[in-house]
């Protein structure tokens, strides 16, 4: 080939690649552009938590506990097949069986972990990972989140950093069951993508999404279908809409049926122990709406600002996100010519005047007080604004949905109206049963009362965890909002992104603290041993470390820490707290082989005193920072109180506190029970027994009250109630430990009254306790069988 053509060629072949270079530069930021923004999240979560990319095998984010916790839960799933009876008996809380069903199971995040764990061996640098990963997977989530509903890249990626880098998910670094949000955006996605493509593809997307979802998170399998069941309604076409919804439906209760066999163990476990939680313990971590004014603390700019502070409750949206959808909302119109029947304006009329009326009230509440009218022979009263409250703000929204202004964005399906309804109301219900301002009750009546009544709510304690479902909704309306404020072609686009992600960024950039992780313990890995108590036991974080340290040591251990606590554990951490040897006897005849004490404790000296002067064990190793300790024999279980006689009528029963609420604890009822509030000396139970007669033994119940046992209680017997004769008197551990065995769901602690002849029995209280109740769900009093 002469030089001339060869020339020719190469020139041709340069004008080509530089014809076709732009449009495959275009080609591949179209193919790859969400495995790009999936990696810039990556990036800037590296930067964010630098401090524990450094420390990935010796810290934990956030706190010394609940990482802790949740590192050991998703070890033991790599150890036991889920749902197995091995896994389900956990090796905490040594004897306790079903130790699993005491909190999360985190088996949605197996695919994440278990590679980390078998590529590391180290549960530590797999759960750090793991929590690593909750960001970008999140961000990635919601970014094709945002292109499905805006077919723009920047708007997707300002939606992704807005979801992943929320203020909020830096107040709950400690729970990465939160954080593995990233199921939801996509269940989502796969709805939206059904809706416009028809397929089954969409479908299966958001099945298996929702499936993953609840096996993640057990809050999220019951919160998310509430979003769900709102995008259905939304969405679905007005011809044959039933169809929509049913299919929608039933794919979702399929896909929740994949946690049907953990709750049905979870359901069994809860009720054999009366686990549940109550009316105030779920209000107690409710949001507060002030808490939209509260970041977590550790926020860079907004740490310091906290206007109302609270278990889980620090809701700070951001400045950046609000702004931007404040500014999209200003320049839409909803302006429309459709035609509005009579009935409707109608209605929007009536509404509208109840609203103004009841408003009106609450003003004049303020100002003046408590009114009360009386009108067409009947009385109009307000004594709380939490009366009137709900009733008006129920007939503004219905004002609001039937304006023309809903009722257009219902005919488009709008889906930022849909978003911003959907986290209106979602943040309703992440104020749990009573919503309040400041601390103040606003609704005696509330739609999360509602889902109280359904089965499995009333064992979710934290109904803030809804305002994760905000969060999304939020990522959804922030990309749809920077799309309509933004032209995708316009020249400042990229200036306008940049600061936007900036922004966005400084809202919920944090400093993230790190605490180390539990040590190794170098005497427990190098010996082969069976069941093992660790001291000191009954602090949170002692107790987590003692159960991360059997992922290397493989042994049971009593110690133990979770959602619930098994029955018998306050009782042990009391007794041994105070020197009771008879509950180290307790133990050893229950499988216990060792104790092991940690040196380091400032409390150490007093267990180690406790041990090493008992006669059951003997030191066999022991370190600078430890000693371990073996049981010599293994003792008898000591045979339970058995009370064959017939129960005694009770003629009455006084107490010296909380007298009206003395009736319960006869009243054959577990539920209900007198409590004497914090114990103090003095307090008293006093049963009369009608005549004297010879009593056998006493049973005292305490129900799911298991802790509140009372810590010294001393029993009397009187003929007259002038002279008393002290039958008994000192601590109740060992009962309640024995108790909790033999019928934790009841815990009858049993006291032998000898064949006394009494008419009066005098339950007193010796010793005084500030943080637990003397409880009573029912007592007996037992006669001798003859």
Request: charged content about 15%.
């Amino acid at each position: 080939m002469s030089p001339e053509k060869v020339d020719g060629l190469s020139a041709c072949r340069r004008t080509i690649i530089r014809l076709d270079l732009p449009e495959l530069a275009s080609s591949l930021i179209r193919r790859y552009a969400a495995g790009a923004a999936f990696v810039s999240y990556l990036v800037i979560t590296a930067v964010l938590t630098f401090p524990l990319v450094r420390s990935l095998s010796v810290g934990f984010p956030s706190d010394p506990a609940d990482p802790v916790l949740n590192a050991w839960i998703l070890w033991w799933n790599t150890q036991a097949l889920p749902l197995t009876e091995q896994w389900w008996n956990a090796p905490a809380f040594y004897p306790t069986p079903n130790v699993l069903a005491y909190s999360e199971h985190l088996v949605g995040l197996i695919p994440v972990y278990t590679p980390f764990y078998w590529i590391t061996g180290s549960p530590v640098v797999a759960y750090n990972l793991t929590f690593l990963l909750t960001f970008p997977l999140s961000g990635w989530a919601a970014y094709l989140l945002g292109w499905e509903l805006t077919r723009r890249r920047d708007a997707a990626w300002v939606a992704g950093l807005a979801f992943a880098f929320a203020p909020y998910r830096m107040d709950q670094l400690a729970h990465i069951q939160v954080l593995a949000s990233f199921w939801m955006p996509l269940a989502l996605l796969g709805l939206h993508r059904y809706l416009r493509m028809g397929s089954g593809q969409g479908l299966m997307l958001f099945g298996v999404a929702t499936a993953m979802q609840g096996l993640s998170n057990g809050y999220f399998l019951a919160f998310l279908p509430i979003l769900v069941a709102l995008w259905a309604c939304w969405f679905s076409p007005t011809k044959y809409w039933w169809k929509s919804v049913g299919i929608i439906g039933m794919t979702g209760g399929v896909a929740t049926l994949t946690s049907l066999p953990f709750l049905l163990r979870y359901q069994s476990v809860h009720e054999s122990l009366g686990l549940h939680r109550t009316v105030m313990e779920v209000k107690s971590y409710s949001a507060d709406l002030t808490g939209l004014l509260s970041g977590a603390p550790h926020l860079t700019l907004w740490g310091e600002f906290d206007w109302f502070r609270q278990a889980e409750g620090q809701l700070f949206p951001g400045v950046a996100v609000v702004v931007l959808i404040g500014l999209a909302l200003c320049r839409i119109s909803w302006r429309t010519s459709r035609p509005v029947s009579f009935t409707l304006r109608t209605t929007r009329i009536g509404l509208m005047t109840i609203a103004s009326t009841m408003t009106a009230g609450m003003v004049y509440y303020f100002v003046a007080g408590p009114w009360q009218v009386s009108i067409f022979g009947g009385t109009l009263m307000l004594s709380s604004v939490a009366q009137w409250f709900p009733f008006t703000l129920l007939a503004l929204i219905l004002t609001l949905l039937i304006s023309p202004v809903g009722v257009e964005a219902y005919h488009r399906r709008s889906p930022l109206a849909f978003y911003l309804f959907s986290g209106f109301l979602l943040t309703l219900l992440a104020m749990g049963p009573y919503p309040s301002v400041a601390g103040t009750t606003i609704m005696n009546y509330s739609p999360y009362l509602g889902l109280m009544q359904l089965p499995g709510f009333d064992g979710l304690r934290v109904p803030a965890r809804f305002w994760m479902l905000v969060l999304v909704c939020v990522s959804a309306a922030v990309a749809i909002a920077y799309a309509r404020l933004v032209r995708s072609d316009g020249r400042r686009r990229g200036v306008i992104c940049s600061l936007a992600t900036v922004f966005i960024l400084i809202d919920g950039w944090a400093v993230i603290p790190i605490v180390p992780a539990p040590v190794r313990s170098e005497i427990l890995d190098a010996r082969a041993v069976g069941p093992v108590l660790e001291l000191p036991l009954g602090w949170r974080d002692d107790d987590v470390a003692a159960m991360l340290r059997s992922a290397t040591h493989h042994q049971p251990v009593v110690n133990g820490h979770s959602g619930y606590t098994a029955p018998h554990y306050s009782a042990l951490a009391y007794g041994l707290g105070h020197s009771r040897e008879e509950l180290l006897y307790e133990l050893g005849a229950r499988g216990v082989q060792h104790i092991r004490i940690d040196r380091t404790n400032p409390e150490a000296p007093h267990y180690e005193s406790l041990v090493a002067s008992s006669a059951l064990l003997r030191l066999v190793a022991e370190t600078g920072t430890e000693s371990l300790y073996e049981y010599r024999d293994v003792p008898d279980i000591m045979p339970p109180l058995v009370f064959e006689g017939r129960p005694i009528s009770l003629a009455a029963v006084t107490a010296n506190t909380n007298n009206h609420l003395v009736h319960f604890a006869t009243d054959r009822n577990l539920n209900t029970r007198w409590f004497s509030g914090a114990q103090d000396m003095g307090q008293q139970l006093l049963l009369d027994l009608g005549t004297s007669q010879a009593l056998g033994g006493l049973i005292m119940r305490l129900g799911s009250d298991r802790s509140d046992f009372p810590r010294m209680l001393g029993i009397e017997l009187s003929t007259d109630g002038q002279s008393w004769e002290l039958l008994r008197g000192g601590p109740t551990d060992v009962e309640a430990l024995r108790a909790s065995f033999r019928d934790p769901e009841t815990m009858p602690l049993a006291f032998d009254l000898k064949g006394q002849t009494a008419r009066y029995v005098r339950l007193r209280q010796m010793a005084s306790e500030q943080e637990f109740y003397w409880s009573v769900a029912e007592i007996e009093v037992i006669a001798p069988a003859f």
